[in-house]
């Protein structure tokens, strides 16, 4: 849903259609400009003022244009076209983003909903054991001070339980500013396994839409260098115009104009170099980007790791531990050798070390999509 119409993608194809528009005109010669005026006209003397007496009097008209040189409109272009490929490319890099964000705030949200199926159930069971507890008062088996500290664990997973509640919300707005009303569908009761790229790096990287668009940025740097040489060529402007005389002869006048380029060294080659300062950033962007990227694959490559291996231990070891520790207290209250003290206890421990589970499954999960995000789909 996410890949369907977005608007900040649509921008991105907009400005290279825009730039596409304008590498035609800049290809095309400069528009013809009509002159007008009149020239000697007298204002003092026998004739002042008269617009046929005076035989210097001439009325013009005529046509002038600069004739810009073609290899000079041409890298204009070739420069205009690259900053085209940089919009479209953007819109690629604006995809490919917005598929990594949908997919994390949708593990955000599988992890709030499956939250507050755990909470609720575990508010179940702890209600149903400070019965026991309050019970057990007058008997020895419990004590006043234990039944409020059930109250009170009842009490702080509600508050955890209104959090997750927040969290869902806030996740379902995050998800509807990308797909719409369909963020309101219900959600997975558990966050999946999601596989992540095993794929070499260094084969997928140089596809990544962010290396490209800085590739392409590059090129557009490279282009604006040959028109900062272009500009050293000179240009000829020309006007041919007709001069009229009411009383005499009529006239032709032409002229041709050539810029002097006086000062060379502290303008045309000033912009050369300074197009030639912006090339060589682009170029050191792009390695940045390169670098990043690897870190940034490297880092969720480790979370992904840390992720699994603090599952493994949790699954594995810690909660078959706590539920083994929990049917021995338990038996030994029922011989009458213990008081729900320890059970208690371990009910407490078992609630942390289970959010503590599915809170890791989340971060594991956002490590895979971030390592998507990067070595992309083919990488999976």
Partial sequence: ????????????????????EAAIAARSLPDLRLLVGIQNFPITGDNAFSPTEDFMTMY?????????????????????????????RQASAQERRIRRDVMIVWIDGVEARAKQTLLARLIADLRTGRKVIEASIP?????????????????LQQAQLADAERAEARARAELARWIGPAASLPLPASIPDIEPPTAAMRGLLPAHPELLVAQAEQEAAVRGVDVARQQRERDVSWQISLGLRPEFGHMVS???????????RNRQDRLVAEAQARAQAAGLRLEDTRRDLLRRFSVAAADYA???????????????????????????YAGGGGTLEQPFEIIRDYVELTIQSLETRAKRARAAAEMIYIAGEAGR
């Fill in 1 to 20: 849903m996410a890949s369907g119409e977005q608007p900040a993608i649509a921008a991105f194809e907009r400005e290279a259609v825009a730039s596409d």
């Fill in 139 to 155: 008997t020895g088996g419990s004590t006043p001070s234990l039944a409020l500290q059930a109250q009170s664990q009842i009490a």
């Fill in 60 to 88: 013009m008209v005529g046509v002038m244009r600069e004739q810009v040189r073609r290899s000079k409109r041409e890298a204009d272009a070739a420069r205009i076209r690259a900053e085209a490929l940089v919009s479209r």
């Fill in 306 to 332: 840390g992720a699994e291996a603090e599952l493994g231990r949790i699954n594995q070891d810690a909660i078959p531990s706590l539920e083994s520790a929990f049917k021995a207290a338990e038996a030994r």
């Fill in 254 to 264: 032409a002229q041709v104009s050539v810029p002097l380029q006086l000062n060379r």
